[in-house]
């Protein structure tokens, strides 16, 4: 008998259980978020000061992830040019995830952007953006598994419109993932430079 999951309710454990899912924390896993990242020009730094400015004044108020969408994520995908050619974003995707040996499937809708089917951009869904990132890491990666690349790594992001968590995963056997540092509005500087480096980054190993 087919054991359904609600992707919302999957657990790391689930993952390793069902795909033998590893964790890769060695330093030349995941090497892509490291540097040697595009430069931004001035309008891309005016931008970004506009959009953690703007964050900031809303946490004056209950942020619903919409919000979170339209004042944060938006303005970031647009910067790092994911709304252009040779791009292909798709919204609101259902996704199944299968495990071979145990015959279980995980399924269930998220809103979600996917990225050339190699890049998953999950924003936490919550009534505010209080909510930590941990929260969305499981569902992420199981939407990731769903769309296994033989040869190439599949990339991920995770937010909940203060943080940034990247994430990449291996499609081998067993397959492996990893994580970035945690970027946060919160952080001196604007952390936002760093998340649309490594996006422009993402989008020149996917294109």
């Known amino acids: 008998m087919v054991q359904s999951i609600p992707a919302r309710r999957v657990k790391l454990s689930d993952l390793k259980d069902m795909f033998g899912l590893q964790w890769n924390e060695a330093e030349d896993f995941f090497t892509e978020w490291f540097g040697g990242f595009p430069e931004l020009t001035t309008e891309d730094l005016k931008a970004l000061d506009r959009v953690k400015a703007n964050y900031r004044y809303l946490l004056e108020y209950p942020i619903m992830e919409s919000i979170v969408k339209m004042v944060v994520l938006s303005p970031l995908l647009d910067i790092a040019g994911f709304y252009a050619p040779p791009y292909r974003v798709t919204g609101e995707t259902d996704v199944k995830v299968s495990a071979v040996d145990e015959g279980e499937v995980s399924q269930g809708s998220i809103d979600v952007l996917v990225i050339q089917k190699q890049f998953w951009v999950t924003v936490i869904e919550a009534k505010n953006s209080e909510f930590s990132l941990t929260k969305a890491i499981p569902q992420t990666l199981a939407y990731m598994l ?46 936002l430079y760093s998340v649309v480096q490594i996006l422009k980054h993402f989008g020149q190993l996917i294109a």
């Open 146 to 191: 769903a769309e296994p690349q033989s040869s190439s790594p599949t990339f991920g992001m995770v937010t909940n419109g203060s943080e940034f968590l990247f994430l990449k995963i291996t499609h081998d056997t067993p397959p492996e993932y990893g994580t970035s540092d945690v970027f946060s509005m919160w952080n001196r500087g604007n952390n």
